[in-house]
């Protein structure tokens, strides 16, 4: 999601796919590339989602603001109704509008939901009072957001692998979704581990997150990015977190290519300065042999040796 800054600085060096995701096992293509070539002019500093990117700042903050979370209401019509056949109601709009209002009515639901995600019934309906679900949730401080995805389908050529469709038509929806109140969205795609995950499927994942990323972000609504690592398989915890770092370092690739606005905290700067100068500090008493760890942080106590470390 984006942050607290509210432009990305877009440098010159162009660099080879293979270096971002440089130690993974990941299979890259074969390909010849130039790498760290410069353009004639140095780009500037680009500022990101053009108007919007103040709001989408506001916005994000508010989403992750301490102490609360995200209500995840964007069950199809079609689910749904399974949960309205399990208390024999039919699936009806008028029953479904029933239940989605009896959740966005809640008393103080906002002290603990920074925001909810929608599906797109609900973000066009009102409540059984008639008034807007967007309003009611909003006057509690909540932010309304909506699923944009279109649901997993096969991927051909991949091993019985998925991916995301949702793409076409995304920036005319994302529009009518702001008008209609709409300031963040949701799209879900997922990485199987026991089919692979194939490089294909991984890039099919990273490249339409960040697609979406960037044409949401241009129509105001901030982008939850989040490739889902399914649990499925018995494989360990190891497996997963090996899979997860490959498909987010693929992920934060296609991010950057597509040039979606990124978190760069300026009030953090002189902080993150300071924090150097202390480390800088450190390292010229220990050349002196002066250096005792006194005063430092448990953090800063640990060791930072990582086996097989490469550049």
Known sequence: MASASATLLKSSPVLDKSEWVKGQSIPQPSVSAVRCHRTAAPSALTVRASSYADELVKTAKTVASPGRGILAMDESNATCGKRLASIGL???EANRQAYRTLLVSAPGLGQY???AILFEETLYQSTTGGKKMVDVLVEQNIVPGIKVDKGLVPLPGSNQESWCQG???????????YQQGARFAKWRTVVSIPNGPSALAVKEAAWGLARYAAITQDNGLVPIVEPEILLDGEHG????FEVAQKVWAEVFYYLAENNVMFEGRPENVKAAQETLLVRAKANSLAQLGKYTGEGESEEAKKGMFVKGYVY
């Open 113 to 115: 939901i920074s925001g």
């Open 237 to 240: 915890i190891d497996r997963t």
């Open 167 to 177: 793409l076409d038509g995304l920036a005319s929806r994302s529009a009518a979704y």
């Open 90 to 92: 039919e699936n009806t």
